[in-house]
């Protein structure tokens, strides 16, 4: 066997990714080609690569690095747990770590979620959801009462339920999803509205959908409706204004659990905890949580469920087990590490940070509709999408490439998705900082719309 250098250069490390790793997403029929970017640190929001060039991250890690990188007082709590208690089943026994983190995450959620399933990210906390409200309906004696209803260019995971209820993908997958209990909705985007359309029509016409869904299958099959408050992964898709209440009171009326996934909302993007009461007013039955609970610093997240749901699961006097759970559930120092993460975004005022920048990167990013091969600009808090103007999926890719591509030459990385250029960057961002990144991504518009004139 090799025995491998504890410091390789940096084009050892590419050829050894290159052979041997297998990323998210790769596109298999090149999966040897592929030229990722060495990233070898971070600081503040930025990430530095291999040669020491600085960027901008601009989607901040996956939605996810919220208080920015290379924080020594986030690593010296991971340290202090790990020294501490490294891990302990959590079938069996508690720690205080993932109690208090309990207790702080029933505080933060609205109403009455006021009880915390720990899972390891945001695919098994979905999962996690949708299973609780299978055990739920059979322990009431309702086993047909299994069909989820989700929409078009949502994003929800890559478990196999979880994968089942996403409809973001535009190319084909070879990947097997359930198509007997999931259904999905067409898109919610009013940026696709007939031409003509009000806002309030289309969001009639959006609360429609849902319903006629509802009345096919029929409310006694229809167990629940999964929904991102805001479509992140599909192009920061913000739904017409009162759609989330309308159909959640939809729901109600025909006792169908509401789950809303705030894997990417949650944890300050749009300046709350949560975005689900704070912004569209409603409590949901579940909501669902990772990426910025612990800033991206450990994998960890958390399915947190309503009383009433929890009052119904265990009010039936037959003696039943949760039969759902992972071996690292409630890891201690996962745990430690979302603790020192809210304690950073208390001591350092970054939800009142982000409610205060919120208008300057709205402004920003709504002025780039000046571009002739900008199509829509949209977003919230700060949450934001560009959508490329092009004839054809074709062009469409190139262009999204090309936009791509200028920005990293320019030292700012954001998140390509076809046609579409999305970010998210750190919360901490400043307004100098931001200012930075939208100079460069407005640079970088005006090249690719200069270079498409002349071809």
Same mark, same amino acid.
């Given at each position: ?67 920015? %990188? ?45 009880? &915390? ?73 009013? %940026? +696709?509205?007939?031409? @003509? ?45 009162? %759609? ?6 939809? +729901? ?13 909302? @949650? ?29 991206? %610093?450990?994998?960890?997240?958390? +399915? ?6 929890? =009052? ?5 006097? =037959? ?15 996962? +745990? ?37 091969? &900008? ?60 200012? =930075? ?12 719309? =200069? ?5």
């Amino acid at each position: 066997m090799n025995k491998i250098s504890n410091q390789p250069d940096a084009a050892t490390v590419i050829a050894w990714d290159r052979e041997h790793y297998v990323h998210p997403w790769m596109a298999m029929d090149d999966w040897r080609g592929y030229d990722n970017m060495l990233v070898d640190r971070g600081q503040g929001i930025y990430i530095y690569d291999g040669e020491g060039k600085r960027y901008i991250d601009g989607p901040g890690g996956m939605w996810c690095s919220q208080i920015g %990188y290379g924080r020594r007082d986030m690593a010296e709590a991971i340290a202090d747990q790990v020294v501490k208690l490294s891990y302990t089943s959590p079938y069996s026994n508690a720690t205080s770590p993932s109690s208090i983190l309990a207790k702080k995450l029933a505080d933060m959620a609205p109403g009455d979620l006021n009880n &915390v399933f720990f899972t390891t990210g945001g695919s098994t906390a979905v999962d996690t959801a949708l299973r609780t409200m299978m055990y739920l309906n059979n322990r009431r004696g309702l086993p047909d009462k299994k069909m989820i209803i989700a929409r078009e260019k949502g994003y929800h995971g890559s478990t196999y339920l979880a994968h089942s209820v996403t409809g973001k993908e535009r190319d084909k997958s070879h990947f097997d999803h359930d198509t007997t209990m999931v259904r999905l909705l067409p898109d919610v985007n009013p %940026y +696709c509205r007939p031409e @003509g359309m009000s806002v309030e029509d289309w969001c009639d016409a959006k609360v429609a959908d849902l319903d006629a869904m509802i009345m096919e299958l029929g409310p006694e099959n229809v167990g629940a409706f999964i929904a991102e408050p805001i479509l992140s992964s599909g192009g920061v898709i913000v739904p017409p204004p009162g %759609y989330q209440r309308r159909t959640f009171d939809l +729901c109600r009326a025909h006792d169908i659990l509401y789950i809303s996934d705030e894997v990417v909302t @949650g944890f300050g993007r749009l300046g709350h905890w949560f975005a689900s009461e704070a912004e569209f007013g409603i409590v949901p039955d579940m909501i669902t949580c990772a990426k910025g609970l612990t800033s991206g %610093y450990l994998p960890l997240g958390a +399915c947190i469920i309503s009383d009433r749901v929890m =009052e119904q699961m265990s009010g039936l006097g =037959e003696v039943s087990s949760f039969q759902n759970g992972y071996t690292y559930s409630a890891h201690p120092v996962c +745990c430690a590490a979302a603790l020192k993460n809210i304690e950073i975004f208390e001591q350092e005022g970054i939800l009142e940070h982000v409610r205060e920048i919120t208008p300057h990167f709205q402004a920003r990013l709504r002025d780039l509709m000046k571009y002739d091969i &900008v199509g829509d600009a949209r977003g919230m808090g700060l949450l934001g999408c560009i959508e490329g103007k092009a004839e054809d999926l074709d062009a469409e890719r190139q262009l999204g490439a090309m936009i791509d591509e200028a920005c990293e030459r320019r030292g700012l990385i954001v998140r390509p998705l076809i046609n579409m250029a999305v970010f998210s960057p750190p919360l901490v961002i400043t307004r100098a900082e931001m200012d =930075e990144m939208f100079d460069i991504l407005e640079a970088a518009l005006v090249e690719v719309q =200069e270079t498409l004139k002349k071809s």
